[in-house]
């Protein structure tokens, strides 16, 4: 492992997060992973797990503290956590995806590389509405994308860079056999997203990454999507795609003048 190449993963014992901290242990980085959870990928060389309650502010700078002591600087950020205790999820859900995410910033101030990249995980409930969750979700991944921009602005001259990533309806580890297991939902994926498929966590990954690469060097305070295309389609289109299995209309060519 490189010590002076150290990625902090916020969130990263199930899912996505997994995804992340074996991509940049691939790398060769050395994996501070923050969450609630034991972490699997702890018994990897170089990836070192620290549990920690994230709705708990006291817990949050005690535990980050021992990760700046252990393993200096920070080269890369990632927030993928989220609330999912018990108790109000209105005051979990602002304290988890909020709160800990500011907090986190602001300490690691003067313990940044230079240069160094953030990137917090968004949603597309950010901007519209997802009936299967609770009004805390959207607003807390709302706010999320707003903060990022703030802090883009924030850490910009001290080298740093923070964007977002959305994912579309990911395969995850965790899910990977109900979701091959269920034909029609992947005949739906097939036919409204435009790339004919679900994303993989891996490919979320990848994103990441590259947005903490020196490939992306001059990228800062932006949203980036990864759904396959999805989102490109207006809601009563899609609607009727998934409904009848094709689309309504197709792209009609220009007329030639």
């Known amino acids: ?113 230079s240069p160094a990249a953030v990137v917090m995980v968004a949603s597309h409930a950010s901007h519209l509405v997802a009936a299967e969750q609770p009004p805390s979700y959207h607003v807390g991944k709302a706010a999320l994308v707003q903060l990022a921009r703030c802090y883009a602005v924030a850490l910009g001259p001290d080298g740093v860079r923070v964007n977002c990533v959305t994912p579309g309806a990911v395969l995850k580890e965790e899910s990977r056999d109900f979701y091959l297991g269920n034909a029609p939902l992947q005949e739906l994926f097939r036919r409204v997203t435009p790339l004919g498929r679900m994303d993989r966590a891996e490919e979320i990954a990848d994103v990441i990454a590259f947005l903490c690469s020196p490939q992306a060097s001059f990228v800062t305070g932006q949203n980036l999507p990864v759904d396959g295309g999805l989102s490109l389609h207006w809601q009563e289109s899609l609607a009727r795609l998934a409904a009848e299995g094709k689309p309504t209309t197709r792209p009609r060519p220009a007329r030639r003048s």
């Open 1 to 113: 492992m490189n010590p002076a190449l150290h990625t902090l993963v916020v969130g990263g014992t199930r899912g996505i997060g997994r995804a992340v901290v074996r991509h940049f242990h691939g790398q060769g980085h050395t994996v501070s992973v923050l969450g609630r959870r034991d972490a699997a990928e702890a018994k990897l060389t170089g990836v070192h797990a620290f549990k920690v309650d994230l709705g708990k502010a006291s817990s949050v700078k005690s535990v980050l503290a021992r990760v700046l002591k252990a393993h200096g600087s920070v080269a890369n950020v990632v927030f993928l956590q989220r609330f999912r205790g018990e108790g109000d999820a209105w005051q979990g859900e602002l304290a988890v995806s909020l709160t800990a995410t500011r907090d986190i910033l602001e300490q690691l101030r003067g313990h940044f590389a």
